[in-house]
């Protein structure tokens, strides 16, 4: 009987999903626990704050590549319509990612000086190159994740982390410094062209040779939406980074990202991963709501299952680990990575609950609560920043606390009342 229900369970393809991209990510964060442990003996917070503000400045230009809202629009496409769509977002991609190099380019000065640091102007000019980068795989993955193939996504985040991860820690090794992200980051992405390529789709297609803006309106149209709500999101995410940066300086925004990154990037790691699962697994259901509703109440039990028993882990283990693996140094993030750390569950529950929205066409909403949701957020973090990293981290956790459960709720009553 046993047996019998193991083999039902590891039949269901969201199962074998999340089965792949759990290993990718197992096999990441392996890789990159050894490039952190590095780093936090090579670099010193300011080097830290650095490569935060370079972070910063590629998820925001990477929003406006409509990168995310391009290929949710071929996933949840009508197969009559799907060669279209495909050739008009290949050549949108190419605009949209041509400009933002420019632009990247131009703006790279101001954002330095904003910084005050200008060490940072060439570097940002350099992570630009990634934008023509993207429109040679872009498509492809996403018709790729359409027929929920996601073991070869799995695959290109896993190979993608391993050679970067090798490439910063040779370069460190060698004292280049914050380059040793910048090129690990720009040399890596060709990995995508190759798995999206060899991978094969079940769809025949071939970019046209001759532009095509047939289907322009309706992808930008749907993109643009979901470029608002990861706008707000990214602004959100990197808002304390922002706030920090400016009133308390590179110092303490370096200690601030080693514990957000050794912290919660282990959870956002394993979040990403169900979240590019659940989008297509929602998207599948969209016209039968019993089944809908079963799925989105399903994304809860992997979220008690993963994301809980690690952060319970980590906040407990955190004391130990911090000071024997990454050095006494960061002792004093010790604290932070804690709050941090309990984040993971709240902001989980929330990218379920956007990846519902999306599925079914409510974009609007998700735009409408996370504007509301980030002017709060903001304004909390502003009154709070001058008392330091740690009031930060705090405010962090407790708005995530209190609004992330409110949305959830909301948001389900609303969607399977309305349907």
């Not at 018709?143 to 460190?172: D, H, K, T, W, Y």
Request: proline share 4%; net charge positive; glycine share 4%.
């Amino acid at each position: 009987m046993l047996m019998q229900q193991l083999k039902k369970i590891s039949s269901e393809k969201f199962i074998r999903n999340i089965g792949w991209l759990g290993l990718a990510e197992l096999i990441q964060r392996v890789f990159r626990l050894a490039t952190t442990v590095t780093l936090a003996h090579l670099f010193t917070p300011r080097d830290y704050g650095m490569v935060s503000a370079i972070y910063t400045v590629f998820e925001f230009a990477n929003t406006f590549s409509l990168k995310a809202g391009i290929g949710a629009k071929i996933i949840q496409a009508a197969e009559a319509d799907l060669e279209d769509i495909c050739n008009t977002a290949y050549w949108l991609n190419w605009i949209l990612c041509s400009s933002l190099f420019i632009i990247q380019c131009l703006c790279a000065y101001p954002i330095a000086m904003f910084y005050r640091n200008e060490q940072l102007i060439f570097p940002i000019i350099t992570l630009g190159l990634i934008y023509l980068i993207f429109p040679f795989f872009l498509v492809r993955s996403a018709l790729i994740e359409r027929e929920n193939r996601l073991e070869v996504i799995a695959f290109g985040n896993a190979a993608q982390a391993i050679l970067s991860n090798i490439i910063i820690v040779a370069l460190a090794i060698k004292g280049m410094g914050v380059w040793a992200v910048v090129l690990s980051m720009v040399l890596t992405y060709p990995v995508w062209i190759i798995v999206t390529h060899t991978g094969k789709i079940q769809q025949s297609w071939q970019p046209s040779k001759v532009p095509n803006l047939q289907k322009w309106r309706e992808i930008t149209k749907f993109g643009s939406k979901s470029l608002g709500v990861e706008l707000l999101i990214k602004l959100r995410m990197n808002l304390d980074y922002l706030l920090i940066a400016r009133f308390l300086g590179s110092e303490a925004l370096g200690v601030y990202f080693f514990a957000f990154n050794a912290g919660l990037g282990i959870s956002q790691s394993i979040l990403y991963g169900l979240s590019s699962a659940w989008y297509p697994h929602f998207c599948q259901a969209r016209s039968d709501l019993k089944l809908l509703k079963k799925r989105f109440f399903g994304s809860f039990k992997a979220i008690l299952l993963v994301v809980l028993p690690l952060v319970i882990l980590q906040t407990n283990l955190a004391p130990f680990y911090v000071p024997i693996i990454f050095g006494q140094k960061w002792v004093t993030a010790i604290p932070i990575l804690v709050l941090i750390c309990c984040c993971a569950i709240p902001i989980a529950l929330s990218n379920a609950t956007t990846q519902l929205l999306q599925a079914v066409d409510k974009i609007n909403i998700d735009i409408l609560w996370n504007l509301i949701f980030t002017v709060f957020f903001a304004i909390s973090l502003f009154l709070v920043v001058p008392n330091g990293i740690y009031w930060v981290a705090a405010t962090v956790l407790l708005i995530q606390l209190f609004a992330s459960p409110i949305f959830t709720i909301w948001v389900t009553r609303f969607i399977f009342r309305e349907r």
